[in-house]
């Protein structure tokens, strides 16, 4: 049996050759929410890379880094959620969906859209007072106020507020949402 994988595949087609592969489409990832979360994320990486340099390699590690790792990482989680809400990515439970008559998943999927937006533009309001009661408040090692890194919070939440007020418009005007038809949005990966 020369010239067969173990799964019985010829060996010729079990190899994928640089030329067979698929590109690379990043058209999907062209919000404003993708690319600020992408720099965070690196900012965070070097960050990260520069506090285990100095305390491994020079033996004398900078005090900032680990603040600023943490406060980048809270930056990046919040911005990125808002693009979680725009490719319906965040934990969904369908099943009850599956139990229930059609119209009443419909209306349970509306209520759940407009619930989402209201959460979100909630988060962001009390974002909003904190940073008002927090003032100019500084960090522990470097003299930056700790607005600088709410602002991103806030404008995550913003941002996912404004993103489920556009997918609750998008689920509406198709007539269901991820959570009556998961199937549907299997290949699509994304609402907006």
Not at 52 to 80: K, P
């Amino acid at each position: 049996m020369a010239g067969t994988t173990p799964g019985g595949a010829d060996e010729e087609s079990a190899l994928i050759t640089i030329d067979e592969a698929a590109p690379v489409d990043i058209s999907d990832h062209a919000h404003i929410e993708d690319w600020v979360s992408l720099g965070l994320f690196w900012a965070m990486c070097a960050v990260v890379f520069l506090q285990f340099f100095t305390r491994y390699v020079l033996n004398d590690s900078y005090a900032w880094t680990e603040e600023i790792a943490r406060y980048l990482l809270m930056a990046t989680i919040f911005v990125g959620a808002a693009m979680c809400v725009r490719r319906n990515r965040h934990i969904h439970v369908d099943f009850l969906y599956r139990l229930i008559p059609s119209m009443a998943g419909r209306v349970l999927s509306t209520f759940v859209d407009v619930l989402r937006a209201v959460f979100f533009a909630y988060a962001a309001w009390l974002m909003w007072k904190l940073m008002a009661i927090i003032g100019d408040d500084e960090m522990t090692m470097i003299k930056i106020p700790m607005n600088a890194v709410y602002y991103f919070v806030l404008g995550g939440f913003i941002m996912s507020a404004v993103r489920s007020l556009q997918v609750g418009w998008i689920n509406w005007t198709q007539g269901y949402s991820i959570l009556e038809n998961p199937e549907a949005y299997m290949d699509e990966g994304s609402a907006i």
